[in-house]
């Protein structure tokens, strides 16, 4: 049965959900550098009762089933969660730290729950699970971004292990991980989903370096974990620290970043609803030419366009979330994942953009986080695969089976429709002569 509405159990999760991130969590952007921190030791005390209080009510770690943890809510529940985690900013923000979720982890966790072996599981995912350690998602390179056509990081059997070679960009969170997922280049002879495999790669590892770590403006390590420039020298693995089977690499890849997509969208939309409650407050705080900002046409069109604009898209949102639980698999919300990630860039940007405005010059200094909001719009356009890619993949999708017009003219050809309807009607027609019709 189609419904929109939550079922009262959960309902109440989210009402405490909200309320804990609003007053416990988000003021702590505000007191540390950053949430990944382990050796912090005002991280260390503060940050672990908080992640109790999450476990104690049920949230933790909700992206995964009962068997590794998780309470097993789906998608659907996922995403309404992730939309309240999103109001603690960008990156690897406190919240979805706070609640377990946090990106890249998420993804390496699944894909080592799904591909590990027990050993594997016990010395990587465990930690994971537990909160108790962090990891990074190596796989962008320097010479040609996300496209694993142009991968040139090489592995190559030695023996009873791997050497790995290569450079990678924007692995994200390198510095606070213990340990690295490189896809890496095996068989360059096999076709392009057959060419790569994934390792497991401990940051102790001799031969790994970051070269650096490379910030964002308006996201800086004030705002949580770097993305760093990686550089593998002679890097020598075990055969046990492959992530599935030779080759596996890209299915392993692909199998993290579908559900990570959702989230992405969804925390954008918490940021999205955070700003408009700002524009609502500056618009009846705020005074000029005789009466609040509220009451200017032009600003009640921007309050109205950004409303409009946040529950369409968070309904296309909740929809790819409800399909991916209905159906299953990724492969059968292909379309929809590619569609709510194209379109989340340009929204968010809009609503920061407005939002700045709304507060003059005020929005456009540091004291407020639209430039954050702004930045963050611009790196859901790029994480996970860029916009113009998800267009591509969403118009195929969309135009696969479709059948092209058998004559000249299209087929909804105003004239050929009117010469088959009085074809087809022809017996009633020469009934009624001198009846009114369309000419």
Same mark, same amino acid.
């Given at each position: ?192 989903? #057959? ?118 898209? #968070? ?21 929809? /994942? ?8 340009? /929204? ?51 135009? #696969? ?20 309807? #009085? ?17």
């Amino acid at each position: 049965m189609w419904g929109f509405e939550t079922d009262p159990e959960f309902a109440e999760k989210l009402a405490w959900a909200d309320d804990f991130v609003r007053t416990e969590v988000m003021p702590l952007r505000y007191l540390l550098k950053t949430p990944l921190d382990l050796n912090n030791p005002v991280r260390q005390e503060i940050v672990p009762p908080l992640q109790q209080q999450v476990k104690d009510a049920g949230l933790w770690a909700c992206h995964l089933g009962p068997e590794l943890g998780g309470p097993g809510y789906g998608q659907l529940k996922l995403a309404l969660l992730n939309e309240i985690l999103g109001m603690s900013g960008n990156g690897s923000s406190f919240a979805p730290v706070v609640f377990g979720t946090q990106a890249p982890d998420s993804g390496n966790a699944e894909v080592i729950a799904h591909f590990g072996t027990p050993e594997q599981k016990e010395r990587y995912l465990q930690p994971l699970l537990a909160g108790t350690m962090f990891s990074c998602f190596s796989m962008t390179e320097p010479q040609g971004g996300s496209d694993p056509g142009v991968f040139t990081t090489s592995a190559r059997r030695d023996g009873d292990g791997w050497i790995i070679n290569g450079e990678k960009w924007f692995s994200s969170n390198a510095r606070w991980s213990e340990f690295l997922l490189v896809l890496a280049v095996t068989d360059p002879e096999e076709r392009l989903s #057959r060419r790569m495999s994934m390792f497991l790669v401990p940051r102790s590892t001799p031969g790994v370096e970051i070269v650096r770590n490379v910030e964002i403006p308006g996201w800086t390590e004030e705002r949580g974990g770097d993305s760093a420039y990686v550089r593998y020298t002679d890097v020598r693995v075990a055969e046990d620290q492959l992530l599935g089977g030779p080759g596996d690499g890209f299915l392993v890849a692909q199998t993290r970043l579908g559900g990570g997509r959702i989230h992405h969208c969804m925390r954008a939309v918490g940021q999205m609803k955070l700003a408009l409650e700002m524009m609502k407050e500056r618009a009846v705080s705020r005074t000029t030419k005789g009466g609040p900002l509220a009451d200017k046409q032009l600003v009640q069109v921007m309050i109205a366009d950004t409303w409009a604009e946040i529950e369409q898209y #968070r309904l296309l949102v909740l929809q790819t979330a409800w399909r991916l639980d209905q159906y299953g698999e990724y492969d059968s919300v292909r379309a929809d /994942i590619a569609a709510v990630k194209a379109l989340a860039p340009g /929204i968010m940007q809009r609503i920061a953009t407005r939002a700045l405005q709304l507060h003059g010059s005020l929005g456009l200094t540091e004291e407020m986080p639209f430039l954050d909001m702004l930045v963050n719009g611009l790196h859901v356009g790029l994480a996970d695969g860029p916009t113009e890619v998800h267009k591509l993949n969403l118009a195929r999708t969309v135009l #696969r089976g479709t059948e092209p017009a058998e004559g000249l003219f299209p087929s909804a050809h105003i004239p050929a429709a009117k010469a088959a309807v #009085r074809e087809k009607y022809a017996d009633v027609i020469a009934r009624h002569p001198g009846a009114s019709l369309v000419e």
